[in-house]
C-alpha cells in the first residue's frame, strides 16, 4: 500500500516562500511522474506541477511558472514544490500524486497553504 505524506504548507504573506514535502511510502515503481495538485476553498483540486519523462523535465501549469519549481529526492522518495512569490490565488490544500496520466495512490491528507497579509 502506497502512502503519500504532504508537510510544509502554513501561512504566508503574499510574496513570501514556502517549501512542500511529499514523501512516497510503499512499493511505487518511480518516483518520476508524480506531481503536485491543489484544491482552493469552493474548487475542483487541479494540477500544479509534474514530474515527466524519466525526472528529465518537468510541466507546469502557466498560473506558476517563473514561481514554482518541483524536484525529487529519489533516494529519500520525496517530491518537493518550492513556491516562492505567492499570490492570495496560491491559497489552497496542496497534495501530491501521480500524474493525470497514471492510476492514481490513495489521496494523501494533504497540506494547507494559505497566502494572506
Known amino acids: 500500500q502506497v502512502q503519500l505524506v504532504e508537510s510544509g504548507g502554513g501561512l504566508v504573506q503574499p510574496g513570501g516562500s514556502l517549501r512542500l514535502s511529499c514523501v512516497v511510502s510503499g512499493r511505487i515503481f518511480s518516483i518520476y511522474g508524480m506531481g503536485w495538485y491543489r484544491q482552493a476553498p469552493g474548487k475542483e483540486r487541479e494540477l500544479v506541477a509534474v514530474?515527466?519523462?524519466?525526472?528529465?523535465?518537468?510541466m507546469l501549469v502557466d498560473s506558476v511558472k517563473g514561481r514554482f519549481t518541483i524536484s525529487t529526492d529519489n533516494a529519500k522518495s520525496t517530491v518537493f514544490l518550492q513556491m516562492n512569490s505567492l499570490k492570495p490565488e496560491d491559497t489552497g490544500v496542496y497534495y501530491c500524486n501521480r500524474s493525470p496520466t497514471l492510476p492514481k495512490y490513495p489521496w494523501g491528507q494533504g497540506t494547507q497553504v494559505t497566502v494572506s497579509s
Open positions: 514530474i515527466t519523462g524519466g525526472g528529465g523535465s518537468a
